[in-house]
Nanobody
Framework: QVQLVESGGGLVQPGGSLRLTCAASGTIFMIYAMAWYRQVPGTQREWVADITSGGTTNYSDSVKGRFTISRDNAKNTMALQMTTLKPEDTAVYYC?????????WGQGTPVTVSS
């Protein structure tokens, strides 16, 4: 069974930076797409960014130019570098991986942007 573990969330001031990481553990044979989502309590989960196995990246308009998604296929890890953070970036961030025919989700890591 494959599990995803996120880390790196926390409290940061507006304009600051944070780096989230997600690591897959267990019996891994093939991870295709990787992505980050976020969710504010009481709202729908929102797609933030994704990256293909070949390294092609896509970003939502709300984070484009501020966030950078990356992955290390050899280590089965993914990261989200967040810069110029805004209060509206406050949410629980979830990592997602497509492992074979399965959709895997992390437990979520909270990010709070506040002065």
């Amino acid at each position: 069974q494959v599990q995803l573990v996120e880390s790196g969330g926390g409290l940061v001031q507006p304009g600051g930076s944070l780096r989230l990481t997600c690591a897959a553990s267990g019996t891994i044979f093939m991870i295709y797409a990787m992505a980050w989502y976020r969710q504010v309590p009481g709202t729908q989960r929102e797609w933030v960014a994704d990256i293909t196995s070949g390294g092609t990246t896509n970003y939502s308009d709300s984070v484009k130019g501020r966030f950078t998604i990356s992955r290390d296929n050899a280590k089965n890890t993914m990261a989200l570098q967040m810069t110029t953070l805004k209060p509206e970036d406050t949410a629980v961030y979830y990592c997602y991986m497509r492992h074979g025919s399965s959709d895997l989700w992390g437990q979520g890591t909270p990010v709070t942007v506040s002065s």
